[in-house]
């Protein structure tokens, strides 16, 4: 069969952590003949995903000359200020992708130049509370949403690449404006990020005497927590960058619970009930994401 | 082998949805010579609970005088309403065990009741989202803890019955005051549903568009609001006998939200990083936790 990669066979990973790494993976088992080439600003890092078999051979960004596809995936901050200089590096048939959970500053770092049209800017929704080379696993993008965005700044035959080798790991394509993405995403990943860091604040510092969270925390809590175990290194410059968004998203979240705490408080617990049940159909809308 | 009900044969379940409806699957899996009579207001799922054989007969209160063991899982306010005449209504030799999320006013409820040796106040730290007899499933139990309050209040005989039946069923037993089961609690499982609830009331508010939720949502965002989808027939009662300690950490989270708001307008992002940093420390805490 024909790869997934139409032939791109020198592929640069700029960073090889959670989101690099599983790409590598799924890339190398769909299309064997594929050379992946690892990048990264630590030599550690490069030294973890060679011993597991997420790369085949440590690079630098003046090694990417030669590469028919670089793949991006670093916190946004660095994607800011790398892809410029990446995208003066390359050739001329070369693809670049990024995969940052911003789309707004990454789009604009690059707007006038002369190669923006060998980038595709893409935020591929998938992940878990885990991070670098040790965190990539199979699959990871299955069935997954790849929210590409400003698909008619790219080449042609650069966009039709591109979306065989997605639509081949799995994933089903959506495209938006960056500032869409930027705005929606807010809701539904970055707001829910800072819920979940601030719970386990809130009870980290109640519960000095951790065996007794340990004891009596529920699978529930475990589940709605789970995200404070994400990288802070990577979610900073998220919330820097989509500072603006995110901020609206935490005023809406913060009224809603000062209403909640304030139908409490006036005991009209018949409220309290509705806001619940009216908030019981998000099961319909979860019903498709795993 | 001897089974885990230590001889007593007929068990009556008041309330038969997820929290009844597995402990009557494990118990009648474990120890298959029990006969469990089953008890609900409703008589629709009086019979759906026969259907899915969670129950071997329909049962009323005034059957109870022949119970070796009651098993009441109804929402909380019920349970503070009923104990009192369940405690009225059984033999000598019988052991009443409650299954709810809130414990103070369960045990004031009987505190003077002279059957209050009878009784056994816990709270199994187990569930899913899903409620109803078909949310019953096996093994719910298996490796989770249960608090128990107040066990000096029953009879040595029949907390000897009930430890070997729980820990029979894979829990393991902690001992708690009520008041401070009830503050705890409000921590690690109560603030969590709001917390939950609020999510997604935001999300759903500004998101009309109900196709973008589901297509840009990922799998953390279902994990952060699956709480959403509780029921609010068992949790409005929970809420309201747990008000004040609920509001207190109601209070703390908010106000830790609107610090981590402010750190983000001020352009502190070394702060922001520290927050994250800092909390990441909740891996430890969960690292027991399923």
Request: glycine content about 6%; hydrophobic content about 40%; proline content about 3%.
């Amino acid at each position: 069969m024909a790869g997934v990669c139409s032939g791109m066979k020198q592929i640069y990973a700029i960073g090889i952590g959670l989101i690099g790494g599983s790409l590598a993976k799924d890339i190398k088992r769909l299309d064997p003949e594929v050379v992946i080439h690892g990048i990264s600003r630590k030599e550690a890092t490069l030294n973890e995903a060679l011993a597991l078999n997420l790369i085949d051979k440590k690079a630098t960004l003046d090694d990417i000359h030669k590469a028919d596809l670089v793949i991006v995936s670093i916190p946004v901050d660095a994607t800011v200020a790398l892809l410029p200089t990446i995208l003066d590096k390359i050739s001329d048939h070369t693809l670049v992708v990024d995969a940052g959970s911003t789309k707004e500053a990454i789009c604009k770092s690059v707007e006038d130049h002369p190669k923006r049209r060998n980038f595709l800017a893409m935020h591929p929704i998938a992940g878990t509370e885990f991070s670098g080379p040790s965190a990539a696993i199979d699959n990871l993008f299955l069935g997954k949403t790849n929210i590409i965005c400003e698909v008619e700044k790219t080449a042609f035959k650069l966009q039709e690449k591109a979306l065989k080798l997605f639509e081949g790991i799995g994933m089903r394509m959506r495209y938006m404006h960056p500032v869409a993405h930027d705005k929606h995403i807010a809701y539904v990943s970055h707001l829910s990020h800072i819920s979940s860091f601030m719970l386990g604040k809130t009870v980290i510092e109640k519960e000095k005497n951790e065996r007794d969270i340990f004891d009596m925390a529920s699978s529930g809590f475990a589940s709605t927590v789970r995200l404070a175990k994400s990288s802070p290194e990577m979610w900073t410059p998220i919330f820097k960058q989509n500072k603006d968004n995110v901020i609206e998203t935490l005023e809406e979240y913060i009224n809603n619970l000062i209403q909640f705490k304030a139908l409490m408080e006036g005991d009209n617990f018949e409220a309290v009930f509705k806001e619940m049940k009216d908030t019981n159909h998000i099961r319909d809308i979860l019903n498709g994401i795993i």
